[in-house]
Nanobody, 115 residues
Framework: QVQLVESGGGLVQPGGSLNVSCAASGIGSRVYIMAWYRQPPGRDRELVAT???????NYADSVKGRFTISRDNGKNTVYLQMKSLKFEDTGVYYC?????????WGQGTQVTVSS
């Protein structure tokens, strides 16, 4: 059974940096895409960044140049490095994996940007 477990997150001041990670279990060697989504307060969940098994990345326009998604296939872990954080980056950040036509979500981790 596939499980995604996020860690990291927390409270940071505007302009600061924060990292979150997501460890996947039960994936084995199947090809998969991983991503980070976020849900700001009172808003719908939105895509932040994706990374393919081969390392191809895509970012939402709002985070380009500030966020970096990466992965360690040996550890089945995906990372999100966030820099120059803004108030509007606040939200619950969810790990996502698409594997052989099935979709899996982590439980979410809170990121709060506040002074």
């Amino acid at each position: 059974q596939v499980q995604l477990v996020e860690s990291g997150g927390g409270l940071v001041q505007p302009g600061g940096s924060l990292n979150v990670s997501c460890a996947a279990s039960g994936i084995g060697s199947r090809v998969y895409i991983m991503a980070w989504y976020r849900q700001p307060p009172g808003r719908d969940r939105e895509l932040v960044a994706t990374i393919s098994n081969g390392g191809t990345t895509n970012y939402a326009d709002s985070v380009k140049g500030r966020f970096t998604i990466s992965r360690d296939n040996g550890k089945n872990t995906v990372y999100l490095q966030m820099k120059s954080l803004k108030f509007e980056d606040t939200g619950v950040y969810y790990c996502y994996a698409a594997i052989s036509g099935s979709v899996y979500w982590g439980q979410g981790t809170q990121v709060t940007v506040s002074s």
